[in-house]
């Protein structure tokens, strides 16, 4: 069963950008913005295994990512959770948010056989929903 509130599920349905935050090698945190998707339980991202972010993940899997509503920037979601990574063969994912967010494949120019890709599945422990001007009245 998911944490995330229904009423926030367009959120997650949406072409926003997650930001995403791990703990660096010195505690420190380190925060980018990415493509992401949802299947119903996790949010989803691609990463290049040559990323600082990756080795932050395999070091301490703790994360944490906010998305702003793009219709509404007052409403927005913050999840808190642990990550599970697997590799994206075939680049059957990157592919799949490149669709979602451009209308089209990864190009070659963007990423080819030689890079190693990983998709991160985010376990929700926490969700912080934001809505503090959403109206929430009843019709009379």
């Known amino acids: 069963m998911s944490l995330i509130p229904e ?5 997650l ?8 935050a791990t703990i660096g090698p010195k505690g420190e945190p380190q925060s980018s913005a990415i493509w992401f998707d949802w299947d119903g339980t996790h949010i989803l991202f691609a990463m290049k295994k040559e990323r600082q972010k990756y080795r932050n993940l395999l070091r301490d899997p703790r994360i944490a990512v906010s998305i702003v509503d793009p219709a509404n920037p007052y409403r927005s979601l913050e999840i808190r959770g642990r990550v ?8 059957r994912f990157i592919n ?5 967010y451009l209308n089209r494949d990864t190009t070659a120019e963007e ?5 190693e890709r990983v998709v991160i599945f985010v376990e929700a422990e926490r969700v912080m929903p934001f809505a503090p001007f959403q109206e929430d009245k009843k019709e009379p």
């Open 7 to 11: 009423r926030f599920i367009d959120i």
């Open 13 to 20: 349905q949406s072409k926003a950008l997650a930001h995403v």
């Open 84 to 91: 599970r990574i697997e590799e994206d063969r075939n680049y």
């Open 96 to 100: 799949a948010m490149s669709q979602k």
């Open 111 to 115: 990423g080819g056989p030689e890079e």
